[in-house]
């Protein structure tokens, strides 16, 4: 398999009502996160990134009108438990922030693969529960993104 690429996407998936839905990982059971994903290659387009992470994560297609790009990247120590994904010496990943808002009764199909299980919950209680602390600070600034 080949190594990942240190440029992903954190996508906030969200209702008009600002339900956010959160995904548990599989491979860490408890933790709990947005949509998120590294490009598939170095020339991948980080809207392209998004559109293809949400519909395998979730089941849902996105379309690019409704993905608000926020301009706003983190750079992170990548976790010492997933380094081994990167090439040797690779320590920190660029996260591009991104949301998008979907219907209140869109249905959610998860990759077992990827995710246990999800769960649409309001602003406050999905950013309680997030594990990453720029998923966290994503969610508590959803409302000021979308005008609200």
């Known amino acids: 398999m080949p190594y ?3 440029e992903s996407v ?3 998936v969200h209702t008009p009502s600002l339900k956010v839905l959160l995904l548990e990982r599989a491979d860490r059971p408890g933790f709990w996160q947005s949509v998120t994903g590294s490009k598939d290659h170095w020339g991948e387009p980080l809207w392209q990134t998004c559109l293809r992470e949400v519909k395998e ?3 849902i297609d996105i ?3 409704s993905l608000i790009d926020w301009e706003q990247q983190n750079r992170y120590e990548i976790y010492p438990m997933w380094r081994h ?3 040797p010496g690779v320590t920190h990943n660029t996260e ?3 949301s998008c808002c979907v219907a209140e009764d869109s249905p959610v199909l ?3 693969r990827e995710h246990l299980r999800y769960e649409w919950l309001d602003q406050d209680r999905a950013a309680r529960r997030c594990f990453s602390a720029s998923n966290v600070e994503a969610i508590e600034q959803l409302h000021h993104r979308v005008g609200r």
């Open 63 to 65: 379309d690019m009108a």
């Open 10 to 12: 954190l996508v906030i």
């Open 96 to 98: 591009h922030l991104f």
């Open 85 to 87: 994904r990167y090439e």
């Open 57 to 59: 994560e979730t089941g």
């Open 110 to 112: 998860i990759s077992p």
């Open 4 to 6: 990942k690429i240190p």
